[in-house]
């Protein structure tokens, strides 16, 4: 069967894909306000038969009844928010208002939706989260963890969990939070971690790599998290959260390493690391359990061996695509911010 998704924020890194992979089948309403680090419409390969783009703001009131008035919008799924931590300790205050601000119009326009009978039967509101809520662990925590946020950007996510929360309780807006760790694929802006490192050695420029390099990251597939965020509006019911993590974690430096020998398998590694003030509040270690969400929608563990090959598959599509990072880098300078 084929369902009507608004995608809000659907022209950053995970929107991006999450567009490609669900346009084969369902219809697409992707709403952007356009950024630094947005994916231009001509970049993606995405069905164009199921798919409109709207430049817009989710903070937009009118917009978004405009919409919900015009389509039958089964699932509304929020990818919208500022997301790099740099960009956050770099200007706390502009981030965090941006971030909470044009949430909260949302979760308004939602609600007069609601109060206007307005939202379809069946209708989900799917909020796409972080593991950065917890703060940092090196235990497992589940999705009922205490909320331990250390940066502007990850406190500013936690807060919009915590909106979302009052508006069910509240308003009885339905909602599902769901809460990936560290994402990387096609399309994530060279100022990400993954993409800086591939970006720097195919130029042979040394990689900038926090404090000591050993702060553990879990790291996901950017596809997996698509396909769980579809099977979750799928399959799952309204008020709940969910961890979606591969439980495979690696430390910074090692995975710099990883890729390094990959390109450059001949050369020696300690040549192109270039060791950096450590960032201020910098998280050493996230880990989140995923079991629920395995359970609930049938999903297999993965492995280091999984995550290896698809980081593999990962740096040969930035060399693919050498005109989607050339457009990016009219963005961006490669400096270090925060």
């Known amino acids: 069967m084929s369902y009507t998704f608004l995608i809000t924020g659907g022209s950053g890194f995970i929107g991006t894909n999450f567009c490609n992979f669900i346009s084969n089948k369902h219809k697409v309403i992707n709403i952007d306000k356009l950024s630094y680090c947005s994916v231009p419409d001509k970049f993606k390969k995405i069905n164009s038969k199921n798919y409109k783009f709207i430049k817009g703001d989710i903070g937009n009131k009118k917009l978004i009844i405009k919409l919900f008035k015009k389509y039958k919008i089964n699932y509304l799924v929020n990818f919208a928010s500022e997301s790099h931590v740099d960009r956050s300790i770099d200007n706390p205050l502009n981030f965090i208002s941006k971030n909470i601000n044009s949430n909260l119009e949302l979760l308004e326009t939602l609600r007069k939706l609601k109060d206007n009978k307005s939202l379809p039967k069946n209708f989900k509101f799917v909020h796409i989260s972080t593991d950065e809520v917890y703060g940092s662990s090196f235990k497992e925590i589940k999705e009922n963890g205490i909320l331990k946020p250390n940066s502007p950007y ?185």
């Open 154 to 338: 990850s406190s500013s996510k936690a807060s919009i969990d915590l909106l979302i929360r009052s508006y069910s309780k509240t308003f009885n807006i339905p909602y599902i939070i769901c809460r990936p760790c560290n994402n990387f694929g096609p399309y994530q802006f060279p100022e990400k971690f993954i993409p800086t490192v591939i970006t720097k050695i195919r130029n042979k420029k040394r990689v900038p790599i926090y404090g000591d390099g050993k702060n553990l990251r879990e790291w996901i597939y950017v596809e997996d998290t698509c396909k769980a965020i579809l099977k979750v509006c799928l399959k799952s019911k309204n008020n709940k959260i969910y961890n979606i993590g591969s439980s495979v974690r690696m430390k910074n430096i090692d995975l710099c390493k990883l890729i390094f020998n990959y390109i450059h398998p001949k050369k020696n590694f300690s040549e192109v690391v270039k060791k950096v003030y450590d960032r201020p509040g910098h998280d050493r270690s996230y880990s989140i359990n995923s079991e629920l969400l395995n359970k609930e929608i049938h999903r297999t563990k993965q492995n280091k061996k999984y995550i290896i090959n698809k980081i593999i598959k990962t740096i040969q599509w930035y060399f693919d695509n050498e005109k989607w990072v050339e457009n990016c880098l009219k963005n961006y300078l490669g400096k270090r911010l925060g």
